[in-house]
Nanobody
């Protein structure tokens, strides 16, 4: 199974910027859609962004549209999320995932990273 490891989390000031990254190992992820979930304290897990295997199409949640951008580099087997102008509502543990999807109301994926914590100070 693919192993995913996130990095780049930390404390960021509101209105600043932060980039979280995900490195895959075990096999190529080039044929897999990839995405980011987040879970804020006391909140349910939320799908934030998805990118297709070839990178041609992306999805971002309405709550982050225009501020967050998802990228991938299949040659390096990596994926990232650029977070611009984050606010306190973006504080969460961010997890990368392979083949992210919503089944009913439940977040699902074939592969999960362990997560990286992002805290936004106001």
């Amino acid at each position: 199974q693919v192993h995913l490891v996130e990095s780049g989390g930390g404390l960021v000031q509101a209105g600043g910027s932060l980039r979280v990254s995900c490195v895959a190992s075990g096999r190529t992820i080039s044929r897999s859609s990839m995405g980011w979930f987040r879970q804020a304290p006391g909140k349910a897990r939320e799908l934030v962004a998805v990118i297709s295997g070839g990178g041609a199409t992306t999805y971002t949640a309405q709550s982050v549209k225009g501020r967050f951008t998802i990228y991938r580099d299949n040659a390096k087997n990596t994926m990232s999320l650029q977070m611009n102008s984050p606010g306190p509502g973006d504080t969460a543990v961010y997890c990368c995932a392979g083949e992210p999807r919503i089944v009913g109301d439940r977040p699902r994926a074939d592969y999960w990273g362990q997560g990286t914590q992002v805290a936004v100070s106001s």
